[in-house]
């Protein structure tokens, strides 16, 4: 039988004995409490061992979050989270709900990279087997979910991944270029050409730095919408929010992005911002790009 609700509290601690503990355990009892209820609520269809279930979320929760527990439950998106669980766990009809939530975010994502149905299906197999079987060498990639934004975004991002290495893998095996990984745009332009020698290296580290800078969330929008192509209305539907509410973060976010890209490359190169803007223009004003081309040959995945 599993752990009684009074001892879940118990049982998140014990399974993180390295990490700081809260001041007040039953204020941790009585979230951790109202997180199951909320997980084992959000999938009526699937049948959930009340008994069990609660410590397997529990467990999962106590393995991906941080040091500040509290702050970490309070925004952690803990439905998607159960769900993920349950397919680990080959809780009958799991896989079936979760392509039903993830399945359009992956077609969108994939077809970004290019939209033949062979991909789409070999993408879809091998994504599969990484998330939820692993291999002898990584364990299934569902259990690094942390829960910080929608599953179906993360898993989005999974799948951009997977298409990208298998055309990358078919240029290599063409003997072709599989695409240019640099940061600055390539084009036939004297004022870029100028832009790409003076500024590239501190271009780049400054997008980068940027960029692991920002909140989760917003990392995660920025990949969702430059590399995986999705629209501001598929994304809105992942986080279940207005259209005008994702365009405004996302928005937010590539101003921090450009901000602080611009403060990064002028104090190490030592010039104004004004000097700068007015010999970056047409650089700055491809920021997406910019972003686009690190995020996609990023190996993080901090984003979950």
């Given at each position: 039988?599993?752990p009684t609700r009074s001892s879940l509290a118990a049982l998140f601690?014990?399974?993180?004995?390295?990490?700081?503990?809260?001041?007040?355990?039953?204020?941790?009892?009585?979230?951790?409490?109202?997180?199951?209820?909320?997980?084992l609520a959000a999938w009526p269809e699937l049948p959930l061992d009340?008994?069990?279930?609660?410590?397997?979320?529990?467990?999962?929760?106590?393995?991906?979050?941080?040091?500040?527990?509290?702050?970490?439950?309070?925004?952690?998106?803990?439905?998607?989270?159960?769900?993920?669980?349950?397919?680990?766990?080959?809780?009958?009809?799991?896989?079936?709900?979760?392509?039903?939530?993830?399945?359009?975010?992956?077609?969108?994502?994939?077809?970004?990279?290019?939209?033949?149905?062979?991909?789409?299906?070999?993408?879809?197999?091998?994504?599969?087997?990484?998330?939820?079987?692993?291999?002898?060498?990584?364990?299934?990639?569902?259990?690094?979910?942390?829960?910080?934004?929608?599953?179906?975004?993360?898993?989005?991002?999974?799948?951009?991944?997977?298409?990208?290495?298998?055309?990358?893998?078919?240029?290599?095996?063409?003997?072709?270029?599989?695409?240019?990984?640099?940061?600055?745009?390539?084009?036939?332009?004297?004022?870029?050409?100028?832009?790409?020698?003076?500024?590239?290296?501190?271009?780049?580290?400054?997008?980068?730095?940027?960029?692991?800078?920002?909140?989760?969330?917003?990392?995660?929008?920025?990949?969702?919408?430059?590399?995986?192509?999705?629209?501001?209305?598929?994304?809105?539907?992942?986080?279940?929010?207005?259209?005008?509410?994702?365009?405004?973060?996302?928005?937010?976010a590539r101003a921090e992005v450009l901000r602080a890209t611009e403060?990064?490359?002028?104090?190490?190169?030592?010039?104004?911002?004004?000097?700068?803007?007015?010999?970056?223009?047409?650089?700055?004003?491809?920021?997406?790009?910019?972003?686009?081309?690190?995020?996609?040959?990023?190996?993080?995945?901090?984003?979950?």
């Amino acid at each position: 039988m599993g752990p009684t609700r009074s001892s879940l509290a118990a049982l998140f601690l014990g399974a993180r004995p390295d990490r700081p503990e809260p001041a007040d355990t039953a204020a941790l009892e009585a979230q951790l409490v109202a997180l199951v209820d909320k997980a084992l609520a959000a999938w009526p269809e699937l049948p959930l061992d009340r008994e069990r279930f609660p410590a397997r979320v529990v467990s999962q929760l106590a393995a991906v979050l941080g040091d500040d527990a509290a702050a970490d439950l309070a925004s952690v998106y803990v439905e998607d989270l159960a769900l993920g669980v349950a397919c680990i766990d080959k809780v009958p009809g799991s896989l079936t709900t979760l392509d039903r939530i993830c399945g359009p975010a992956i077609t969108t994502a994939v077809a970004r990279v290019d939209r033949s149905p062979e991909l789409r299906d070999e993408v879809r197999q091998i994504l599969w087997q990484r998330l939820f079987v692993g291999t002898p060498e990584q364990r299934p990639r569902i259990l690094s979910y942390a829960g910080r934004g929608p599953l179906a975004g993360w898993v989005a991002v999974a799948a951009q991944r997977v298409a990208l290495d298998l055309r990358r893998e078919a240029a290599r095996t063409a003997a072709s270029d599989p695409g240019a990984d640099q940061v600055l745009p390539s084009d036939d332009h004297p004022e870029i050409d100028y832009l790409r020698t003076k500024y590239k290296a501190e271009f780049e580290v400054a997008v980068r730095q940027a960029l692991t800078a920002l909140p989760d969330r917003d990392r995660l929008l920025l990949r969702l919408s430059t590399v995986s192509g999705l629209t501001h209305e598929q994304i809105a539907t992942i986080y279940k929010v207005n259209q005008s509410t994702v365009t405004r973060w996302i928005r937010n976010a590539r101003a921090e992005v450009l901000r602080a890209t611009e403060h990064a490359v002028c104090e190490k190169l030592g010039v104004q911002p004004a000097e700068f803007r007015s010999l970056a223009g047409l650089l700055l004003s491809r920021i997406d790009l910019s972003i686009s081309h690190v995020l996609a040959t990023s190996s993080s995945s901090s984003d979950s």
